[in-house]
């Protein structure tokens, strides 16, 4: 199991874990140790009090992380990815789409009633041959 976070989350982790601190627009994805059955996006912008600069933010480490799953991922795994909802969430629920079988859209129930973050899940990776 591997994570990628910008900052160290100073945090025990079993044996099987490694996190390592690095940006997700920077890292090359061939360097990430896959492929993986899963890849999960937690990544949020830190909040402005803008809210369409941060829900924009939110959309592009959305379409990074899923830049990255392209390389790491295996053939039929998943997907999932936090995004503040806005304006662009259907271009990217669209780019998810393109490259796997079912799109789903939650919100756990655990969200609080202000928030508008969602999760968008890919379900079966259909990696473009070329
Ligand atoms: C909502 S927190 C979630 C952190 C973690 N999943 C947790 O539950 O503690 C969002 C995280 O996204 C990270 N993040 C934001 N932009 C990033 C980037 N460009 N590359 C890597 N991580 C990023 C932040 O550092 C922050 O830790």
């Given at each position: 199991m591997l994570g990628i976070d910008?900052?160290?989350?100073k945090v025990t982790l079993p044996p099987q874990a490694e996190i390592r601190t690095l940006d997700a627009f920077q890292v090359d994805p061939e360097t990430l140790d896959g492929p993986f059955d899963l890849v999960i996006s937690d990544m949020a912008p830190?909040?402005?009090?803008q809210r369409h600069a941060d829900q924009y933010r939110s959309y592009e480490l959305v379409m990074r992380a899923l830049e990255l799953t392209k390389t790491v991922l295996k053939p039929g795994g998943t997907f999932v990815a936090k995004i503040f909802q806005g304006a662009e969430f259907e271009e990217a629920r669209d780019a998810i789409r393109e490259v796997f079988g079912k799109v789903r859209t939650l919100r756990p129930k655990a969200t609080r009633d202000e928030s508008y973050e969602l999760f968008l899940v890919g379900l079966s990776f259909q990696p473009v041959t070329t």
């Open positions: 910008l900052n160290d989350p830190k909040t402005s009090g």
